[in-house]
């Protein structure tokens, strides 16, 4: 890693950080591994393949007893696809499909959506709306209901916890990240087909005290339950609607806190590989490079915040009590 790159790292405070994390995770090269063969021949380190040695143990007979995990507890529903993390509880990412046709329809209204726990995980894994109740923090929509207006069983799917994560409210969920879904909504004006994934993080940051690089983070719940993650990020495909045509690619992680409405939306721009190395997901592994295009390079990235705050009056909706996501 560069001077330069420690530099950055060592500057950055809670509203770069992102930035500083993006070059973290980006700096080192990628080492290619040796293609895996398959289980049957696998090597232990050392040894020839496994079927020619004779064991005097069986490691996989724990497996009578039940598979350890992980988990991901993949949920396909109406307006999202969903992978939850049942050590946090909360998802590892939240998929969603939109159109400039999808967000014209009225078929859903929020006032008929209700908060309400996934009882697709099991009880000891799930999150709970009690464990949001006096926190601080949002129940703060991955996929935003705005976005599933199209049907009202389709906006009730996006009021599931596993569609939520723990976000600061004033100045990030109820602001700056809902300017972030808007943007995400204008992208229909340019392209015909626009997805997107979102998630949660849970990044480093440097101890001031000794120099080393360190993961924390608060968890809300009685007893503790649900892990508030430092940031969260979005990678967005605007399709240009031809088969096997260009894919626009933007990928944007935001720190959980306050965001100055004033800062560019794309400061918070990164290297889709960043987001991968940081969140062990990948998003665009079979599109070929010849089909990807830069999509702050084809679109203006920037967010639009007076023009949306007037979209809003207009908007159905309930009037929400403070620490409640209105998106």
């Known amino acids: ?36 063969v398959p289980s049957s021949s696998t090597r232990a380190s050392g040894h020839g393949p496994l079927r020619d040695v004779e064991r005097p143990v069986n490691p996989a007979g724990v497996f009578q007893y039940g598979f350890p995990g992980p988990v991901n507890d993949l949920a396909t529903r109406l307006s999202t696809v969903s992978s939850f993390d049942r050590r946090t509880r909360n998802p590892h990412w939240v998929a969603e499909h939109i159109t400039a046709e999808s967000l014209q329809l009225k078929g859903g209204n929020r006032r008929h959506s209700y908060f309400v726990e996934d009882e697709s995980v099991p009880e000891k894994f799930r999150a709970r709306l009690k464990d949001y109740h006096l926190s601080g923090y949002d129940r703060g929509h991955q996929v935003p209901a705005a976005d599933a207006k199209w049907d009202q069983r389709a906006m009730d799917d996006t009021f599931y916890l596993t569609n939520m994560c723990p976000q600061v409210g004033d100045g990030f969920n109820r602001d700056y990240w809902a300017h972030l879904e808007d943007f995400c909504r204008r992208l229909t004006h340019t392209y015909p087909s626009v997805r997107i994934v979102t998630g949660p993080l849970y990044l480093p940051r440097r101890d001031p ?6 993961v924390s983070y608060e968890v809300i719940g009685s007893p503790p339950n649900v892990a508030v993650p430092t940031h969260f990020f979005k990678v967005v495909f605007g399709e240009d609607g031809k088969t096997g045509g260009d894919v626009a690619l933007g990928a944007f992680v935001l720190p959980n806190a306050e965001i100055d409405n004033d800062r560019p939306l794309a400061s918070f721009e990164v290297p889709i590989e960043a987001v991968e190395r940081a969140s062990g997901l990948e998003f665009a592994n079979k599109l070929p490079a010849q089909r990807r295009r830069r999509l702050c390079g084809e679109v203006n990235c920037g967010i639009m915040v007076r023009e949306w705050a007037d979209r809003q009056k207009n908007l159905q909706g309930a009037p929400v009590r403070p620490s409640i996501s209105d998106e």
């Not at 001077?3 to 992102?18: D, S, Y």
């Not at 994390?21 to 080192?28: E, F, G, H, I």
């Open 1 to 36: 890693m560069s001077k330069a790159t420690l530099a950055l790292i060592a500057a950055a405070g809670a509203a770069t950080g992102v930035l500083a994390t993006a070059a973290l995770y980006s700096s080192k090269p990628e080492r290619r591994l040796p293609e895996a």
């Open 209 to 214: 005290q000794d120099g080393k690089w360190r």
